[in-house]
């Protein structure tokens, strides 16, 4: 068991010095030479524990996804200890997808940039479809509790909504990456029609 533990470890290591090349140089910058120098150890340390640089690229897809989504479970878990409305929680949720700031602009080229290669290659492409699916399943959840306490519109399908919700945040993520766009605004006011009513439990 310890041995698995600090292999997960290492390739996590890796993928996280992948992930901040591609964030400030671009995923061209990603070489097994360039990540082996950020990570201080040898082209045949990253080679170990990922053989195939496609490897490599994969696991630093998961990896940015992977912190997006991590941080919307840690804002839905605040906001449901404090308290917070659905149409709240969605809001702060899909905002972590958007370039609001230098962090999170760095996220959205990085996952711009694997998406354009998940439209020809199999493998990122099946990467993005898990992690979009997981990230609407939980929109859908969201919205289908709003049901339970009223928020949520009579007549919305979770599913749909969840599908529409997520293709507008992460569209204006993309087009915000190069243009001005009130991105923030636009999905404030789609979830205001989706979930027009206060929770008759508060």
């Given at each position: 068991m310890p041995r698995l533990v600090d292999s997960e470890a290492r390739r996590r290591d890796l993928a996280e010095c992948a992930l901040a090349i591609a964030e400030s140089d671009g995923l061209e910058a990603v070489t097994v030479a360039h990540v082996a120098r950020r990570?201080?150890?040898?082209?045949?340390?990253?080679?170990?524990?990922?053989?195939?640089?496609?490897?490599?690229?994969?696991?630093?897809?998961?990896?940015?996804?992977?912190?997006?989504?991590?941080?919307?479970?840690?804002?839905?878990?605040?906001?449901?200890?404090?308290?917070?409305t659905i149409r709240d929680m969605l809001g702060a949720a899909l905002a972590e997808l958007l370039p609001t700031d230098e962090t999170r602009r760095g996220e959205a080229r990085v996952r711009a940039q694997f998406h354009s290669r998940s439209v020809t290659d199999a493998r990122f492409a099946d990467t993005e479809r898990a992690a979009m699916r997981l990230l609407a399943r939980r929109i859908a959840t969201a919205l289908a509790n709003g049901y339970e306490c009223g928020e949520t519109a009579a007549g919305v399908d979770p599913d749909r909504a969840a599908s529409e919700l997520l293709a507008l945040a992460t569209g204006?993520?993309?087009?915000?990456?190069?243009?001005?766009?009130?991105?923030?605004?636009?999905i404030t006011a789609r979830l205001a029609e989706l979930l027009p009513h206060r929770c008759r439990r508060r």
């Open positions: 990570a201080g150890v040898s082209v045949g340390h990253v080679q170990h524990w990922y053989p195939a640089k496609e490897n490599l690229l994969i696991a630093t897809y998961s990896a940015a996804l992977a912190r997006s989504t991590d941080r919307i479970d840690d804002l839905v878990t605040t906001g449901e200890s404090r308290g917070a204006l993520a993309t087009l915000s990456l190069t243009d001005d766009h009130p991105a923030e605004e636009l």
